[in-house]
């Protein structure tokens, strides 16, 4: 496995890249907006095709490296799915993996930080966030924090991983770098209490002063969508009502770019819908799949997808392919509004 640990120094915050082979595709989580060029710079240095950016909740004392790099690689934004942010092309749940080629991490809910938390497991390591830190935790003081249940999220889920689990986190200001489960068991002062009541205490008597960024980064990171509005403005995105008008029409092909995790719970526009195979909810912007789909149809393809900015992207790849009457729907709400037809 290629694995990095990146600092940035003004927030303290740890990002990490993980790959499961030269040349193949890589992940990051937590970037920060400063960073991006180094990190880009890093994965072309590995070789590596950088598919997913992932945010273990949205932060407050730094700016996510997110959009920045959808907008430079079309990689796809991952966050919880209490995320505040306005887009994100993937949202993940408890129980969900987080996947890329060879590499699978187990999607573990931890709230109590903020209620968007989320760590990531792998066998031999966990990401923690900012919910369990190097003899420390998250503050639980703003952002829908709870230190109940926090403690839950530390007790309940992230202990009862093996003691030699090496702990990642989000962020260290003291220069530490790893630790383990068990050494968090035994060494970290926050969880040398003896009840949940006695960590909310302790948790609500911290009197913390915000983190400088905060005013900054928090409205920010609620809005890393990609400009929707310059595809918008070169008309390649259609009002639910005037996908409606086109559906049925024979020259029409009808794409589902949702994951499939959304595809089998939730209601589409159904008709021709055609759902990609496989790369569906992995990179399908890449790889010549889209060369595929226009070479396999001389229809006009309608991109959509569950919030609108996966089919952005695709309809951005598929017109640098040279596939120029491609298009998405806005988002599928507005479908709903316009009384297009659903089908399970
Ligand atoms: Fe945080």
Not at 23 to 39: F, H, M, N, S
Not at 144 to 171: C, M, W
Not at 200 to 226: C, I
């Amino acid at each position: 496995m290629i694995f990095r640990q990146l600092f940035d120094q003004t927030s303290g915050t740890y990002s990490y890249l993980l790959a499961s082979r030269p040349g193949g595709e890589a992940l990051i989580i937590d970037p920060v907006l400063e960073k991006v060029d180094r990190y880009l710079q890093l994965v072309k240095e590995l070789d590596l095709r950088l598919v997913k950016a992932v945010d273990t909740h949205l932060h407050a004392d730094h700016i996510t490296g997110l959009g920045a790099l959808r907008d430079r690689t079309h990689c796809i934004t991952v966050m919880g799915e209490q995320t505040k942010a306005d887009v994100v092309s993937m949202r993940l749940g408890e129980g969900d993996k987080l996947t890329i080629e060879g590499l699978a991490l187990d999607v573990v809910y931890t709230p109590g930080h903020t209620d968007d938390s989320y760590s990531f497991v792998m066998p031999d390591r966990v990401f923690t966030g900012d919910t369990l830190l190097i003899r420390g935790t998250g503050r639980t003081d703003f952002q829908n924090g709870d230190p109940r249940q926090q403690y839950e999220s530390i007790f309940g889920r992230l202990l009862k991983l093996p003691d030699a689990t090496l702990v990642y986190p989000a962020h260290d200001y003291k220069g530490d770098t790893v630790s383990t489960i068990g050494e968090e068991r035994a060494y970290n002062p926050r969880l040398q209490v003896k009840s949940v009541d006695e960590y909310v205490d302790l948790m609500n008597n911290l009197k913390l002063p915000n983190p400088k960024m905060m005013d900054v980064a928090v409205p920010a990171n609620m809005k890393v969508g990609l400009a929707q509005e310059e595809i918008a403005r070169r008309g390649w995105t259609l009002s639910a009502g005037e996908a409606l008008a086109l559906l049925g029409k024979p020259d029409i092909a009808l794409i589902d770019l949702r994951e499939r995790r959304t595809r089998a719970a939730r209601h589409h526009p159904g008709l021709a819908a055609r759902a990609l195979p496989d790369v569906a909810g992995e990179h399908p912007f890449s790889g010549g799949m889209l060369h595929e789909l226009g070479k396999s149809t001389s229809k006009r393809l309608l991109f959509y997808c569950a919030f609108g900015e996966r089919s952005a992207m695709a309809v951005q790849a598929a017109q640098d392919a040279g596939l120029t009457a491609a298009c998405h729907i806005e988002d599928l709400d507005g479908w709903k509004k316009a009384s297009g037809p659903l089908a399970r």
